[in-house]
Nanobody, 127 residues
């Protein structure tokens, strides 16, 4: 069974940093044998899910304006781990963060049509 499992969430103070990881399991070889792209999303209570950062099989990255310059997406294909480094955290970054994987499509910040999702991890930033 293919699974994406996030870790690294928790509480932080404004200005701090957190590092989220997304482990991929249930596939053979590297994640790019199965998908074209992976990304990170967040969801605030009562608001639409927001795509934050994406990376494709060629290591090309894309970011939402809300996190550009503060968040960095990276991948380790040898370990099938996707990472989101979050720096200069703000209280408005408080949300549930999820990773996702998919294939090239239309829309979004990186034209990735996501079809597989993790369960999410809570990030809470206090002022």
């Amino acid at each position: 069974q293919v699974q994406l499992v996030e870790s690294g969430g928790g509480s932080a103070q404004a200005g701090d940093h957190l590092r989220l990881s997304c482990g991929v399991s249930g596939i053979t070889g590297s994640w790019d044998n199965k998908w074209d792209c992976m990304g990170w999303f967040r969801e605030h209570p009562g608001k639409e899910r927001e795509e934050l950062a994406a990376i494709n099989r060629d290591d090309t990255t894309a970011y939402a304006d809300s996190v550009k310059g503060r968040f960095t997406i990276s991948q380790d294909k040898s370990k099938n781990i996707l990472t989101l480094q979050m720096d200069s955290l703000k209280p408005e970054d408080t949300a549930v963060y999820s990773c996702a994987a998919g294939d090239y499509g239309l829309g979004g910040i990186a034209f990735c049509a996501y079809n597989t999702w993790g369960q999410g991890t809570q990030v809470t930033v206090s002022s």
